[in-house]
């Protein structure tokens, strides 16, 4: 079970429970025993780290001065995918051709020569045939602290994309070309990974989120492209596709309470997710970060990719011990284990790992509101949430997490919200109604306290939004209003 970040972990990191050691701006490392992800918001983590509020111990509470409820600020949300013929025309192609169909994509053509890849987690350099796609230059309204690429692809045996950002500051420089993703569908041929220690010292990348170092400075992020470079295996003939490239980023502002919503479109709905526990499988596969709380993300990307009606084939899980519950959940784990960090809680890697089912479309986003969440859930759409709370913050939980992904799939007629939870003794007792301010305010915060009253960060309403190509139309303007097309 997800439990409390001990008193001396980083004050301020965020995610989903999986394990490693978070790396400060300055450079320190701290291995932190409850296994925070290394993803955090920019704003939380400057000022967090600049400043260390404190209440007294166990309290729980802000001071006064803290900032409060009110007023719900402009979002700064966006989010911009590609998705259509027009999107790939647009672009620059470098040896890739558009591919059409219900999920248009790009795909390699003809390469453009031979890349030595050296496996940073096996050691094995090989020889491959490579091509290129580069987005056009998109500029977010308002600028952004922070960016998250998520994509779509199910690359076959033998090859593999690399997904890459390069933005331009607000005072007209550029960073670095950075590295989100190095995917493949299997393990065979490279390790899914990402890529640590890529700064340009005033920005980072923090597992999958390239996060601006000091947003008190007023930098941000105006611009960014992305590039798409496709492998495969030399003379293969073989054809990695990848549809949906996009990023969604966001300036949140520092809030340890966001504003109340009144129960709305989605009271007395609730969707047929089936129900998995992580729990049940702690201790298995240390390979892919021994189940358990480590596991929440993969959980609960198969408990909705299911719901849609899909599922990995018997093949697929030849693999697993046939005595272990519930394959389909070490499946997911396996699938979505990023080498580096260490663990499965890589957002993009778990949105591109849904996408690898047929028909499905997956993004990363934020959402603004908890009544964003009502109209996806009242079309029909369940989401995957991420928040951090101490055991007092969330009635019905009986844990605290320092980072945890569980699915949202309706409302009481209270309003109140229906979750399965996957951080659960059984299956049986996954399904959960938490009380609603209580879940708005953990998952839609920015900043919080912990149960020693340190200051923490918090997600901002980030979230998983896995759905089919073929869509109904209140399903598509839910959607919209959330900002993805």
């Known amino acids: 079970?997800?439990?409390?970040?001990?008193?001396?972990?980083?004050?301020?990191?965020?995610?989903?429970?999986?394990?490693?050691?978070?790396?400060?701006?300055?450079?320190?490392?701290?291995?932190?025993?409850?296994?925070?992800?290394?993803?955090?918001?920019?704003?939380?983590?400057?000022?967090?780290?600049?400043?260390?509020?404190?209440?007294?111990?166990?309290?729980?509470?802000?001071?006064?001065?803290?900032?409060?409820?009110?007023?719900?600020?402009?979002?700064?949300?966006?989010?911009?995918?590609?998705?259509?013929?027009?999107?790939?025309?647009?672009?620059?192609?470098?040896?890739?051709?558009?591919?059409?169909?219900?999920?248009?994509?790009?795909?390699?053509?003809?390469?453009?020569?031979?890349?030595?890849?050296?496996?940073?987690?096996?050691?094995?350099?090989?020889?491959?045939?490579?091509?290129?796609?580069?987005?056009?230059?998109?500029?977010?309204?308002?600028?952004?602290?922070?960016?998250?690429?998520?994509?779509?692809?199910?690359?076959?045996?033998?090859?593999?994309?690399?997904?890459?950002?390069?933005?331009?500051?607000?005072?007209?420089?550029?960073?670095?070309?950075?590295?989100?993703?190095?995917?493949?569908?299997?393990?065979?041929?490279?390790?899914?990974?990402?890529?640590?220690?890529?700064?340009?010292?005033?920005?980072?990348?923090?597992?999958?989120?390239?996060?601006?170092?000091?947003?008190?400075?007023?930098?941000?992020?105006?611009?960014?492209?992305?590039?798409?470079?496709?492998?495969?295996?030399?003379?293969s003939g073989a054809a990695p596709t990848v549809w949906r490239p996009g990023a969604m980023t966001s300036d949140g502002p520092d809030r340890f309470e966001v504003p109340a919503t009144a129960p709305g479109t989605g009271t007395a709905v609730e969707l047929t997710v089936p129900r998995y526990s992580q729990n049940i499988h702690i201790g298995q596969y240390p390979e892919y970060d021994n189940g358990g709380e480590a596991w929440c993300s993969p959980t609960s990307s198969q408990m909705i990719i299911e719901s849609w009606g899909r599922h990995p084939t018997p093949e697929e899980l030849a693999w697993v011990n046939p005595e272990f519950a519930d394959p389909q959940v070490c499946h997911a784990a396996r699938r979505t284990f990023d080498h580096q960090y260490g663990g499965c809680g890589n957002w993009p890697f778990n949105a591109a790992y849904a996408a690898t089912y047929p028909d499905l479309q997956a993004v990363v986003t934020r959402l603004a509101t908890l009544t964003d969440a009502e109209r996806l859930v009242a079309a029909g759409i369940p989401l995957i949430t991420s928040q951090s709370f101490h055991e007092g913050e969330l009635d019905g939980a009986g844990y605290g997490t320092s980072g945890h992904l569980m699915t949202v799939i309706g409302f009481t007629a209270e309003g109140d919200v229906i979750a399965n939870d996957p951080a659960s003794d059984d299956n049986d007792a996954v399904r959960r109604v938490y009380p609603r301010r209580q879940f708005e305010n953990i998952w839609l915060r920015t900043k919080r306290y912990d149960a020693g009253g340190a200051v923490r960060g918090g997600t901002g309403g980030v979230c998983y939004l896995y759905f089919p190509t073929t869509l109904t139309s209140a399903q598509r303007h839910a959607l919209a209003r959330a900002g993805v097309r």
């Open 1 to 235: 079970m997800a439990l409390s970040a001990p008193a001396h972990s980083l004050a301020v990191s965020t995610g989903t429970g999986d394990s490693g050691d978070v790396r400060t701006p300055n450079g320190e490392t701290i291995t932190v025993t409850t296994t925070p992800r290394r993803t955090v918001l920019a704003a939380a983590f400057a000022a967090a780290v600049g400043s260390a509020a404190s209440v007294p111990a166990g309290s729980g509470s802000p001071p006064a001065a803290a900032p409060r409820g009110g007023a719900a600020p402009a979002s700064t949300i966006g989010y911009r995918g590609w998705t259509s013929a027009a999107d790939w025309r647009a672009g620059t192609a470098a040896g890739t051709s558009a591919v059409a169909g219900p999920r248009p994509g790009v795909t390699l053509a003809r390469p453009l020569g031979t890349v030595e890849y050296t496996d940073p987690h096996t050691g094995t350099t090989r020889l491959w045939e490579y091509a290129t796609w580069l987005s056009p230059e998109h500029r977010p309204a308002p600028p952004a602290s922070e960016l998250i690429a998520p994509w779509n692809a199910a690359p076959p045996p033998g090859t593999w994309p690399r997904v890459e950002t390069r933005a331009t500051y607000t005072d007209g420089t550029r960073t670095p070309w950075y590295t989100l993703g190095v995917w493949a569908s299997g393990d065979e041929d490279v390790r899914r990974t990402s890529v640590d220690d890529q700064t340009d010292g005033r920005s980072t990348v923090w597992t999958d989120t390239v996060a601006v170092d000091d947003t008190a400075s007023g930098l941000r992020l105006a611009a960014y492209r992305l590039r798409l470079t496709l492998h495969r295996a030399p003379g």
